[in-house]
């Protein structure tokens, strides 16, 4: 068999471990099963385990929404899909220490989507004949709290919205383990991932290998890919100090093994709970990494590939031990979907220098004043143009940006207006009275 052509796309708990197992060339017949408590007698190369844990996870909650939140929704949704700014910026709902956007779509099965930076909560009208709620919650969050404190977290919110009638239900579940290897991903041929699944596919970017993708669309599915590489797109950049706890190193590569689990598969193992999948993460493991898939060094001389033997590589990683501790949490974490502010403010550099350029300005302290009543200027244009005032756009672009970012609860700061004018109303008419006007 060929080697495959490579695609111009890519596939897009804890305490530190420092295990090292060996992994020699593979074109070496005879291998030695290691394990993660084997030393660091690598002849090649090693595997050293960075972090491991779950990635993804979509849980879903038999229910119905308490009537009032449902009210409540409805007119969110309504306020969300305003044309009016200043009332889709109001279609947020504060629930506990997560302010929620509210979307102006849901999607088929349910009518109300409510997202931040942990969760995206998807919610069902009362009484329909699917689930309450289904709810992704996010990678980040997943490296701040353990699955089951993050589900403990969430169900308490959805306490809030209505009455459950289920414990969590698993749709989907992601686990993986991000590793330092430097062992050429690219060296074998699709003949040696020996796998019941159908698709097996290698991946690059200019030139550059990022990975295999095996199985994708179907119940399960696994990828080994760059996830340094991937980080680079993907910006989850809080993943490098985690990873620094566990003993690595500026220039050593990472990569990621993750197999993704599908509901019609977790139910056929009897694991449709959320508590079901975290009391048999090594059995899951273990059938992906020794019956469902397998890399193997691929000997010609015996046409029965089943007894190909086992790639040093894959022997370490499935050796994988998911009742020790799979790496360091997060000690913070943010709700919020804001830029970061170095972002921001690149963005501004970038829109000063523009503008420095056009003007025939080199000197900050020259430019600076000059730029700011420029853009004074043009804020003022834009807000005559929209019949409104230079304040009330300004709050307008805020509010909807604070929207979605979820940093500023919008509803609470009119309903404060509204009582600080009710209170000066009083106390001016106090004083009237006081003066005996």
């Not at 030695?32 to 595997?47: C, D, K, L, Q, R």
């Not at 609860?409 to 008419?429: L, T």
Request: charged fraction near 25%; proline fraction near 3%.
């Amino acid at each position: 068999m060929t080697k495959s052509d490579t695609q111009h796309n890519q596939t897009a708990s804890r305490g530190p471990a420092h295990t090292r197992v060996s992994v020699e060339d593979g074109d070496r017949e005879a291998v030695a099963v290691p394990s993660n408590t084997a030393t660091n007698n690598s002849i090649h190369g090693e595997v050293k385990f960075l972090r491991w844990g779950i990635d993804s996870l979509y849980l879903s909650y038999q229910g119905n929404l308490h009537p009032e939140v449902h009210e409540q929704l409805i007119k969110l949704k309504k306020q969300a899909q305003s044309d009016n700014p200043q009332e889709q910026a109001k279609a947020q709902i504060k629930l506990g220490d997560h302010l929620f956007e509210v979307k102006d779509k849901g999607t088929s099965m349910f009518s109300y989507v409510l997202e931040d930076n942990a969760f995206r909560i998807q919610l069902s009208r009362p009484n329909k004949a699917v689930p309450m709620a289904y709810v992704k919650l996010s990678s980040e969050y997943l490296t701040h709290l353990s699955p089951k404190d993050a589900e403990h977290r969430l169900s308490t919110i959805l306490s809030q919205l209505g009455a459950l009638e289920s414990t969590a239900n698993v749709s989907r579940v992601d686990m993986f383990v991000d590793f330092v290897s430097h062992q050429d991903m690219e060296s074998w041929h699709r003949e040696a991932w020996i796998t019941h699944a159908e698709s097996i596919n290698a991946y690059s970017i200019d030139g550059h290998f990022t990975g295999w993708a095996i199985g994708l669309g179907g119940v399960i599915a696994g990828r080994l890919y760059d996830k340094l590489f991937e980080i680079d797109k993907s910006k989850k950049y809080y993943l490098i100090p985690l990873w620094e706890k566990s003993n690595w190193q500026q220039g050593e590569p990472i990569w990621r093994l993750e197999f993704e689990f599908k509901r019609q598969f977790l139910v056929q193992k009897n694991l449709a709970k959320l508590t079901e999948v975290l009391a048999n993460l090594n059995g899951l493991w273990s059938y992906a990494t020794t019956e469902w898939l397998k890399l193997s060094i691929p000997n010609h001389i015996d046409q029965t590939r089943s007894r190909w033997p086992i790639h040093p590589l894959w022997a370490a990683l499935s050796s994988l031990d998911w009742e020790t501790n799979g790496g360091a949490l997060q000690p913070r974490f943010n709700t919020t979907r804001a830029p970061n502010k170095e972002a921001a403010l690149d963005r501004a550099f970038s829109a000063l220098t523009t503008w420095m350029a056009a003007e025939g300005y080199t000197d900050y302290e020259l430019a600076i004043h000059p730029f700011f009543e420029d853009l004074g200027h043009h804020i003022n244009n834009q807000s005559m143009n929209k019949g409104t005032t230079f304040e009330a756009l300004i709050k307008e672009k805020v509010s909807l940006k604070a929207k979605a970012f979820n940093t500023i609860d919008i509803n609470a700061e009119i309903n404060e207006a509204y009582i600080d004018e009710e209170v000066r109303a009083m106390r001016e008419a106090y004083n009237k009275a006081s003066n005996g006007e």
